[in-house]
């Protein structure tokens, strides 16, 4: 099921002919690398907080390390239109030699940046324009990719074919938690934190020789060679492509209808799964590599079968199928990862929930996009900090206005600092007792500081982990193969990298600081959730009516 034929359409007179294992397995390289060190940073998200936002509180700090780590998603739509254009112009080859060019390079320099401790608020601000780079690089990365595989497919096998690219952002991911994995093991933590972090980045330079090397020996697309034989491209692709209602109708469909809740289920199952377990379950950062490393390894080859699979049945049932069930299950499923991850901490939050009774208006959102606000002028920031810092779940509860603020922990209550009527030393000082008291009252009903290897359910962890990765290749292996079908050749890269490109760009890419500022505001571990889910299901919905099956479409009539 998974071999590729190497028998295909005849070639084009005057142009050597290529094997399409060739095709498949240079274009998917050569993403590959791209999408390693685009992820890179997402998976060392918590060490690069530290490193370049150290002048911020600890949640505000990680969640501008998100927001960095979004920065290159942000720009993504803008890469599209670039070099969508230039591709449907003078050719996918050359258009994705340049993107790789521009991705490489740039995670390279990121691997020699100063932290902010040596540079100040320099550094942080180097560190957001080169994710803007990667960004704009990896907006013509796949649609070029995608369309050049797709062109190069017979009818009837184009699922199959492109669903080798799309386990290429997977596989980069894989890759990229390898190395991270093997160079966090062999050095330890603290030196890794240190500056061995920099050494995957550094790396990539020697990545994109080689990728760079594999896309030479790769020919035209021989659709997009006939295309320009006959004179029948376009001249104004971005004109074509979205100021006509016809074709821009259609790049409204596949953004709302078939990608948005794509990317959210991607991003939930690959990254948003990583950073909770990291982030709020306290997983040490190379034990929830690993774990999650496994379920990759377990669920890619599903990218192969769905893609295979939607050749026969259809693009359209599998992708909305996939968001379904993200939508229904990722509630009970996160829950159950918390449990098997850090059951003391499951636990002590079902025997002793965690409540905050203040007056909401002494209450600020526990997230300063300025990075000035400490937390530690209000009674119950000070609570609210405190507990966002120890990743506790906690209830809101509304107090008499002026009240200073009570944290409640199961039966114990605790009074915050009353920071108003404190000042320098004093208020300090409150605070310090405050946080000494409330972490005794917590370590005394069983929340733990960190979560416990021995006691983590490896094997359940990676069940859970998997599932939520077999949603992603439900979604994400025929997506390719959709997207190049329901676009004419003369602006097929155009077209489809656009709706790729907000999709994953700005629904998915923005999913993880959306998810964890939700929680910030709140204080509901799972609340985070509710993003995806809704997304998920406007998909669904806006899929089941408008989305056309195109799985029976000749990419030779485009």
């Not at 709020?280 to 893609?307: C, M, Q, S, Y």
């Not at 209550?413 to 409150?430: C, P, T, V, Y």
């Amino acid at each position: 099921m998974a071999t590729i034929p190497g028998a295909g359409d005849p070639p084009t007179p005057g142009v050597k002919k290529q094997s399409k294992k060739l095709v498949i397995a240079a274009s998917s390289l050569g993403t590959v690398f791209e999408w390693y060190d685009f992820y890179l940073y997402g998976l060392l998200a918590t060490i690069i907080s530290a490193q370049f936002f150290s002048g911020v509180n600890e949640t505000t700090g990680f969640i501008f390390a998100l927001a960095a780590f979004a920065a290159g998603f942000a720009v993504r739509p803008f890469g599209a239109i670039l070099f969508g254009r230039i591709g449907d112009l003078v050719g996918r080859k050359n258009t994705f030699l340049v993107t790789m060019a521009i991705m490489g390079l740039s995670t390279f320099c990121v691997g020699l940046l100063p932290s902010y401790a040596s540079m100040g608020v320099a550094a942080p601000v180097m560190l957001v324009l080169l994710r803007l780079l990667q960004g704009l690089a990896l907006g013509g990365e796949y649609g070029g990719a995608a369309t050049y595989v797709a062109e190069h497919a017979p009818d009837g096998k184009r699922g199959l074919y492109t669903s080798f690219i799309q386990t290429t952002a997977t596989l980069g991911l894989f890759a990229a938690l390898l190395v991270v994995i093997g160079i966090r093991s062999a050095m330890g933590e603290e030196a890794f934190a240190d500056w061995g972090w920099r050494i995957p980045f550094l790396v990539s330079i020697l990545l994109l020789a080689v990728s760079l090397w594999i896309r030479m020996q790769l020919e035209e697309s021989p659709v997009f060679r006939k295309m320009k034989a006959e004179g029948k491209g376009s001249k104004a692709p971005l004109t074509e492509a979205f100021g006509r209602w016809s074709n821009l109708r259609i790049v409204l469909i596949a953004l709302f209808g078939a990608v948005a809740g794509q990317a959210v289920v991607w991003y939930t199952g690959q990254f948003y799964a990583l950073f909770f377990l990291e982030k709020t379950l306290r997983v040490d950062g190379a034990t929830a590599n690993i774990l999650i490393a496994i379920a990759l390894a377990i669920a890619t080859p599903a990218f192969i079968l769905f893609g295979w699979l939607s050749d026969r049945i259809g693009r359209k049932p599998i992708i909305l199928a996939g968001c379904a069930l993200a939508a229904l299950t990722y509630f009970p499923l996160f829950e159950a990862l918390s449990k098997a991850a850090n059951p003391a901490l499951h636990a002590a939050q079902a025997s002793a929930p965690v409540r905050v009774v203040a007056d909401p208006a002494d209450c600020s959102l526990q997230f300063d996009p300025i990075g000035r606000n400490r937390f530690d002028a209000r009674s119950c920031d000070i609570v609210k900090s405190y507990l966002a810092r120890a990743s506790v779940s906690y209830a809101n509860v509304a107090a008499a206005p002026e009240a200073v603020a009570e944290l409640h922990i199961g039966d114990t209550i605790i009074h915050s600092a009353d920071a108003a009527s404190l000042r320098g030393a004093d208020r300090a000082a409150a605070i310090a007792g405050f946080q000494a008291e409330a972490g005794a009252a917590l370590a005394a009903v069983g929340y733990p500081d960190r979560a416990d290897p021995a006691a983590i359910d490896k094997p359940l962890v990676v069940l859970i982990l998997t599932i939520l990765v077999l949603y992603v290749t439900m979604v994400y292996g025929p997506m390719a193969a959709l997207l190049v079908e329901l676009f004419p050749t003369r602006i097929r890269y155009t077209s489809m990298s656009l709706p790729y490109h907000i999709g994953n760009g700005w629904f998915g890419g923005f999913l993880p600081t959306t998810a964890f500022a939700m929680v910030a505001a709140t204080g509901d571990i799972y609340y985070g959730l509710w993003y995806p889910v809704v997304v998920a299901l406007l998909t669904l919905v806006v899929g089941l009516f408008f989305l056309p099956e195109t799985h029976r479409r000749s990419l030779e009539n485009g």
